[in-house]
């Protein structure tokens, strides 16, 4: 058995599918088959059902599952830590979306080493997808995403809402335009856009995150939807205004993490992280560097409630 066995076993139950874990670990669907094939010899089980909806996990399979989250993470851990200067005691890997970098995650970062200088932080970037394969693999301690799927073992936490405006250079900007460019914010954004825009046909532009929306407004004029609390370093300096009568969509903000993990490091970055956002403001983004006129960053601008839980 090697560990690439176990990471391709993994993207299988993820995604329920042995051309998509071929997808995600780019191989081969006959190389995902022969590392699966070695792997149910060497535990003496077979571990897949496939048909033809995908691939579900057998008795023996949901059984070795958990075994190998741990094998990965413990893998992982060990390649970080081995390699850690002396000052440091662990590490703790998060990811998340770019929005929520934008301001949020890095005041927490400044806290989280304020409080356990010890601790080694590995911040990344990411989409839903990959970061919830990281999470199931054990390669993420702790993701932050908008549309996290439901999995056996994890932690699905609510975090806040957040509420997406239309944003605009022109202050009398009236209706959706060539201009516009369409945010993939995810299925949630999807349905309430389609409730207020029922005819609207593709826009001429599409982005996948809201930072390129917001570029590509700020070069070219026209309008797209973007976090309040990312907007407001915009709006304050004047170089963007919100669209008149423009509505509001509510976008919730989740964390993920392992149900089994018993990290104290863990712990404590939640810890942080909610009483962050238990304050009235979590912060904004320094993005006045983007605008003409410089910007306040005050943060005092934006509030989110508090945290709730939910475990799926």
Known sequence: MDIEQVKTFLAIAAHG???????????????VSARIQGLEQYLNARLFVRNRSGATLTAAGRRFLRHAKTLVLTLEQARHEVGLPSRFRTSLTIGARIALWDGLLPVWAGRMRAQSPEVSLICEIGFEEDLMRRVIE?????????TPQQGAGLVVEHLFDETLILVTRDPHYAE?????????WGPTFYAQHSRVYPALERP??????GWLGLQLILANGGACFVPERVAAPYLRSGCLHPAPNGPRFTLPAYAVYSLESESQVLETALVILRALLQESSPGTAALA????????????DST???AVVSRA
């Open 138 to 146: 054990g390669t993420l301690d702790l993701a932050l995403m908008y």
């Open 289 to 300: 560097a983007a605008c003409p006129a410089g910007g306040s960053t005050d943060p005092d």
């Open 204 to 209: 001429a532009q599409i982005a996948n995150i």
């Open 176 to 184: 959706l335009d060539d201009g516009y460019v369409y945010v993939s």
């Open 304 to 306: 989110e409630p508090d």
């Open 17 to 31: 599918s042995f051309q998509e874990a071929a997808n995600r670990v780019h191989v081969t669907q006959s190389t």
